[in-house]
């Protein structure tokens, strides 16, 4: 196994990190004050203004960064009525999900995934474009979508892994803390293909286990 560690400027914790369509790693520090790439080729670590959140879907593939993503109905918070871990410098935000199969934009909200059917700008929208869904929520991370049975493969940020298949309204929870553990942030991601989930199973004050899911 390789492990390798990356030195932030800044002594917060992380708030995202996501690969992007070149193999390197971007990272946004939990004050979202600035956002840091670093090439896994030449071990060097870039720090990129963050002025406003499209500028973190922008760096991550070149569909964000051709797609008009102001475009898009989001939704904006009020912080006073936030809990410590969702808060944001932000009057906004978006959560979209890029399928690397089709090129296709997805947004997760309350109940529903939508299917952004265009490559540039928010329109054609269709009613078949909208899955409804009993538990997702703006702060879901979406991690694997099918979209030839409308499934999706999701954290909920409660430490549960779900899927649901939207068309038969079967939900698979995947607990990822048993009762009266340890406290602990999980977090799960994909690799560009888009085929496996990787993230943590299990833990103890010994070891953590990482184990991988197919949608």
Known sequence: MQVDSVKLPNDKCVRSMEFDEYDD????????????????????????PYTKPEDWFKQLNHYYKLFELPSIPTYYSNNDYLQ?????RFPYSYNLYLNYKNGFIYQAHY????????????ANMKKEDVWLSDNLTPKSKILLINDDNKSVLYYDRFYNLIY????????????ALAANSEPARFDYCTNIKQEKVFGISGFNKRSITISSWKL
């Open 111 to 122: 109940n529903y995934i939508k299917k952004i059917n265009s490559h540039t700008t928010y």
């Open 25 to 48: 790693l971007i990272i946004m520090d939990n004050n979202e004050a600035a956002i840091y790439k670093y090439s896994t080729q030449y071990k060097k670590l870039e720090s990129i």
């Open 84 to 88: 410590d871990f969702y808060f944001t």
């Open 164 to 175: 649901e298949n939207t068309t038969n309204n079967k939900t698979v929870v995947n607990a």
